[in-house]
């Protein structure tokens, strides 16, 4: 994977090209197609390169090829070691050796490429040259290097050659300290930059496949290594880890059945002792260092997992011909306590400010299958995704809310496990907020980083989004509340790092639409208002139809409804049923905030001279209008109440705003 954003994933597909994936679609529904492209080498490939400036990529194929391709003009170049046709040659008589999966690696600490064959081979200038650094790290037996596939055929791939190297891995803190692993069972570490080697293999290790090695990122001498002997027809499995550079292993395998060999083992980079291991047959977790190990498929297929790998908060797992997977929130297993008991709200990862969507968006629901049928791959989740713990026995009584704050400790968005009972649905109108789900155990909860939805005037039908705009990048805190107890955690909002924006630009945008959602509000509050008035003015006309004595409060009344009738026409189309009517009918007042809102809304922060003008000419007309809703208000509906309670007759009251 490299370190862009999104990250890119990198591997050989079996008699296809390599591939590079987008590890999410940060603009779309679903990873597709369009999210994908070839990279350097071939089937086989081992894929390297600078995960922070991926251009120049090195892929390898059979028998040794290199393709060099530099990934901004796509043009690829061969840089193998030595250009030797070896497809006829029996492996005892190659110049080198090399796997079928030889390993290429890229090292931050001298911007060099290594490349495994028997040897070790070092290049600082893009395969221009290639140095020698180690003498032959592999058991060197002449007996098994003759030619491959005998006496059916001879395969003249690679395939089957023995005695190479199927592993190499640098240090990722440690300077000159580079470890191997051989085909046929030997490990081998230097810790000079390869002027020195040292045979560190397990003692007693069987002649097996040393398919990955683990270097601990919080302890420069521990190492862990994935071993198999499928090819002799065993299936147990293999782990061991070093603390001392290899001068002791230990077997680490309890918890993982025979059958589930072992092919790559991986520590997180942020909870030391957190192991991950992929086998034959599915996923495996320690939590202390491997002294035992849990299966941990979840959605997983049963399938054999040939790679791991940690980017950005994620675990990336590459599978034998069932794709690549990545579980998208490593946060969970690294805040996992066994011993945590009872009410519990975890840290959420921290979540990029991103335009997309996902299928994990909504609600969590263990019953269903989560993301797209088609072959398409899932989106990660858009929000800030929440887990938390509620008892064994949850109190049904019990209120559960969730209310975010910004840096300033203002509330910006709350939650609750009790739907609105005061909400209203209707066609063209506003959602209503998701609720806390509420039951014992893990629970899930994404916030999509909006502020509150816009309140809508029922049976209005405008075409546009009513959601609130999305928050700005920072820092913000969570309270969750069950019954009397809290917690509290904090968590950021990260800006697309492809986005050219500061600070400022984004708090320019929050208020900007927080003046264009205020406006919507109030104008559809005074709209639901005086729908109220005219609906009460109008039960009391058809009281007053039968009293001739009370003609003037008739009248009156009437008057009131022609007035509120005549100035919701100019604030509201109700004509409108559906998106389509936008070219029937005009646009009324509410609906141009709408329309103004959408253009605001967008990823980047920038508002534009239009959209200020726009809602200077919006706001101008507001102003006359909601000085005609006030006199309605505090003079018309005043007044008739004044004269109703003259005459005896209930008076006309006004719904309590929000």
């Known amino acids: 994977t490299d370190n862009l954003f999104p990250y890119r994933v990198y591997g050989g597909q079996q008699d296809n090209t390599s591939v590079m994936i987008e590890s999410r679609n940060p603009s779309g529904w679903a990873i597709s197609d369009h999210n994908w492209n070839s990279s350097a080498g071939g089937e086989s490939a081992f894929i390297a390169f600078n995960p922070d400036d991926p251009r120049y990529t090195m892929g390898g194929s059979y028998q040794g090829t ?55 081979f070092r290049t600082t200038n893009l395969g221009k040259s290639w140095e020698v650094i180690s003498p032959d790290l592999t058991r060197n037996d002449e007996s098994k290097l003759g030619i491959s596939g005998v006496p059916y055929t001879n395969e003249g791939a690679g395939g089957e050659n023995y005695g190479t190297l199927s592993y190499v891995k640098d240090s990722p803190n440690e300077k000159g300290v580079i470890w191997t692993g051989s085909d046929d069972g030997f490990v081998h570490v230097t810790r000079d ?15 097996c496949l040393i398919n990955s090695i683990e270097v601990s990122p919080h302890d420069n001498a521990t190492a862990y290594i994935a071993t198999t002997r499928y090819k002799f027809n065993d299936f147990t499995p293999g782990l061991f880890k070093t603390t001392d550079y290899g001068k002791t292993w230990v077997k680490i395998n309890e918890g993982i059945p025979y059958g589930a060999f072992t092919r790559v083992v991986r520590e997180d980079d942020v909870r030391k002792d957190l192991l991950y291991a992929g086998t034959e047959t599915g996923f495996y977790i320690s939590y202390n260092g491997g002294k035992n190990w849990s299966a ?38 690294r805040q996992y306590d066994a011993a945590a008991k009872g009410f519990q709200l975890l840290r959420p990862e921290d979540a990029v400010r991103v335009s997309g969507f996902s299928p994990m968006d909504g609600p969590a629901n263990d019953s269903e299958e989560r993301g797209p049928s088609s072959p398409i791959g899932t989106n990660a989740p858009t ?34 496990s009790e739907a609105d009972k005061k909400f209203v649905s209707f066609p063209g109108g506003p959602n209503p907020d998701p609720t806390l789900s509420k039951k014992s155990g893990f629970n899930r909860f994404v916030w999509n980083m909006r502020y509150p939805s816009v309140e809508g005037a029922p049976n209005v039908y405008i075409e546009g989004s009513y959601r609130g705009h999305k928050a700005s990048p920072g820092l913000y805190t969570a309270i969750l509340k069950y019954g009397s107890e809290e917690k509290t955690t904090t968590f950021s909002i990260l800006p697309n790092p492809g986005i050219q924006a500061t600070a400022a630009e984004y708090q320019e945008s929050h208020e900007f639409q927080s003046k264009v959602e205020a406006a919507i509000t109030e104008i559809h509050r005074a709209v639901n208002q005086l729908k109220e ?19 003037e409060i008739k009248d009156a009344a009437e008057a009131l409804v022609k007035k509120i009738t005549t100035w919701d026409e100019k604030v509201v189309q109700r004509k409108s049923e559906s998106n389509d009517d936008i070219i029937n009918f005009v646009n009324k007042i509410s609906a141009d905030y709408i329309f103004l809102k959408g253009e605001l809304d ?57």
């Open 533 to 551: 008035a005219k609906r009460q003015t109008e039960d009391l006309i058809k009281v007053l139809d039968t009293d001739a004595s009370r003609k």
């Open 296 to 333: 941990c498929q979840l959605n997983l297929p049963v399938v054999a997992i040939t790679d791991l790998m940690i980017r950005q908060g994620d675990l990336v797992a590459s599978t034998q011909g069932r794709a690549f997977w990545i579980f998208d929130d490593l946060s969970l297993f």
């Open 383 to 416: 929000g800030v995704v929440f887990y938390y713990v509620l008892p064994e026995k949850v109190d049904s009584a019990a209120s559960l809310t969730l209310q975010i704050k910004d840096a300033q400790g203002a509330v910006v968005h709350a939650y609750s």
């Open 66 to 120: 290199i393709e060099l391709l530099d990934q901004k003009t796509n043009e690829g170049k061969g840089v193998m070691i030595s250009p030797i046709q070896y497809q006829a040659l029996q492996p005892k008589n190659m110049k080198y050796r090399f796997n079928w999966n030889a390993p290429i690696i890229w090292s931050k600490h001298d911007n060099a490429f290594y490349h495994g064959g028997n040897k070790l």
């Open 602 to 658: 967008s990823n980047t922060p920038m508002v534009s001279q239009g959209a200020r003008e726009q809602l200077d000419a919006l706001n101008g007309l507001w102003k006359t209008y909601k000085a005609e809703y006030e006199e309605i208000v505090q003079k018309d509906v005043v007044n008739l109440n004044t004269l109703c309670r003259q005459k005896g007759v209930d008076k006309v009251s006004l719904p309590t705003s929000k």
């Open 193 to 207: 930059g390869g002027k020195t080697w040292t045979n560190v293999t397990p003692a007693g290790l069987q002649e």
